[in-house]
């Protein structure tokens, strides 16, 4: 075990992304995640990697796919505007199956929108973004010590299943410091015998390519890659139950939502109502077998969230609509409080009197 | 025992410095904690302030909204904040920007003048630590003995007269409690 050290969650995730192999950075400065550039500059010259500013997200992005079709773990990290921008180039990263990991430390929004924090980028992260059928594995931290471990996981699992992957934070994920204790450098070594790294005349040469012209040729690309995905949503959920044994009012919140869900949860238990909280870490694929079951105990669900209810629908498809799911959300950069969402746990815990 | 801390005031007077010295001390403490800067424009001037939360227990929330401790360096930060305080709560002034007195009875305040006593003991621009030490006299939120080194883990080695400074600022507010 390493010592503890303090870092700011976008200083975690550049430290950890280099930890294990990353060594190609591209990306755009943007608010707030500005660090992970800042961090990934000053250290990428010093350990012969990459750090690049490209021109636009656009370049950034399609830089990425060039170093990822030859075969190296790469990373880009931007904030809601620029992911927008990136999306074109993410759903060609899909289509060509490239591994590399998308960090979104997530902004008010839309357009140009603010630069407090925000999650209203989950439909975008969790129905892909861009155009085509595809996904992202979506993983959600909830602390530093996770915005690292999570960028670890995160590179593994690109290579694994070869599709990018996303971190999504917000701008207070970013910007908190806490104690985090780095992992031992583990180097990423994959094979990756479809990568693009010359054939030195002896083998056939690879194609990296997401264009098809033969509906049957891509029509089996989808299938294959959608095949590839049920083995994510088989194996690849996780998430976290806090106080759900006996909770009649289970509150679902990711990331910053879920940190302040926690407080109104002991908040509400202090006042003797059975309150608990069910964290998704993967976003994409959603926890909803785990939610399901949650649903035969619980009675009722709160989706607390920064955006104007989007993880809410994921909710209501996970339980089924067998219980009733209500919102409790701030936008625009604000944060609901512990109050606010005790509130909503005490409104939701009146409505069940008198209901089985 | 969790103790929530917000530190307000303008931009350059040492808001999210401050914040980060008590975030190390509870580091080297083994404590819980989290630090959490407002990070919008008003880091590029106007009011700023930070979040610090040390405890015994996990962290939840890292926004603090209730302190138990207040550290007002201008008098928006009060006019701002004297009423999130919890009751029973403390409440740290420099007396020398803040023109007024707090308004409430349930909470227990000290007035440190500490840009006046920084200015006239040749320690311009460090009253936040003149004040910090008056919050470490009284509310024991991080112990004495951890100063040392958590001040080697903001101030860098090269610069020990920026080290010495800081921690006869600190010694300041403890004398004036």
Redesign the interface.
């Known amino acids: 075990m390493s010592e503890?050290v303090?870092m700011k969650g976008n200083e975690a995730i550049a430290e950890a992304a280099i930890s294990c192999g990353c060594r190609h950075y591209f990306g755009y400065p943007i608010?707030?995640q500005t660090e992970i550039a800042a961090y990934m500059a000053k250290r990428m010259p010093k350990i012969g990697g990459t750090f690049l500013q490209a021109e636009s997200e656009i370049a950034a992005i399609n830089m990425v796919i060039g170093a990822a079709s030859a075969g190296v773990r790469v990373m880009t990290s931007s904030s809601s505007p620029g992911v927008s921008l990136k999306s074109e180039g993410i759903s060609y990263m899909a289509g060509c199956d490239l591994p590399a990991l998308i960090v979104n430390v997530q902004r008010g929004g839309p357009g140009l929108g603010g630069?407090?924090p925000s999650q209203s980028d989950y439909f975008q992260a969790t129905r892909g973004g861009g155009h085509g059928d595809y996904h992202l594995l979506v993983l959600a931290p909830a602390s530093v010590q996770e915005m690292a471990a999570m960028t670890v996981r995160a590179f593994d699992l690109a290579d694994k299943y070869r599709m990018p992957c996303m971190l999504l934070a917000d701008?207070?994920m970013g910007?908190?410091?806490?104690?985090v204790e780095l992992g031992e450098s583990t180097g990423g070594t994959v094979d990756k015998p479809w990568a693009l790294t010359g054939t030195g005349m002896s083998r056939k040469h690879n194609i990296i390519n997401s264009l098809s012209l033969t509906p049957d040729e891509l029509e089996r690309w989808n299938v294959d890659r959608y095949a590839r995905y049920a083995k994510v949503e088989r194996d690849e959920v996780l998430y976290e139950e806090y106080l759900c044994d006996d909770a009649e009012i289970v509150v679902v919140g990711f990331g910053?939502a879920a940190?302040?869900a926690?407080?109104a949860v002991?908040a509400a238990r202090a006042e003797g109502i059975k309150a608990g909280m069910f964290r998704p870490i993967t976003l994409w694929p959603f926890p909803k077998k785990a939610m399901f079951e949650r649903a035969k105990t619980a009675r009722a669900f709160i989706s607390v969230e920064l955006s104007m209810g989007q993880m809410i629908e994921d909710i209501e498809l996970a339980v089924r609509c067998t219980r009733p799911v209500t919102l409790c959300s701030r936008v625009g950069g604000m944060?609901p409080?512990?109050?606010e969402v005790k509130k909503s746990i005490e409104d939701a815990h009146a409505k069940l009197d008198g209901r089985n | 025992m969790t103790k929530n801390i917000l530190i307000a005031g303008f931009g350059g007077q040492g808001v999210l410095f401050t914040g980060k010295f008590l975030a190390y001390a509870a580091l080297l403490e083994d404590k819980q904690l989290s630090w959490l800067p407002s990070y919008g424009p008003e880091m590029r001037g106007g009011t700023c302030n930070c979040s610090v939360i040390i405890s015994d227990e996990p962290v939840g929330s890292p926004i603090v909204t209730e302190p138990d401790i207040l550290i007002a360096m201008n008098r928006p930060s009060l006019d701002k904040f004297e009423k999130a305080v919890v009751p029973g709560g403390e409440i740290y002034i420099d007396s020398s920007l803040v023109d007024r007195k707090v308004e409430r009875d349930d909470v227990t305040v000290h007035y440190v003048p500490s840009t006046a006593l920084s200015t006239e003991r040749g320690f311009d621009g460090i009253a936040n630590m003149i004040l910090l030490g008056s919050v470490i006299e009284h509310s024991a939120v991080i112990d004495r003995k951890d100063i040392p080194a958590a001040m080697a883990k903001v101030v860098s080695a090269k610069h020990k007269d920026l080290y010495d400074f800081n921690i006869k600022a600190i010694e300041l507010g403890y004398e004036f409690g």
């Open positions: 503890k303090l608010t707030p630069i407090q701008g207070t910007q908190m410091m806490e104690p910053i940190r302040v926690k407080n002991n944060i409080s512990p109050a």
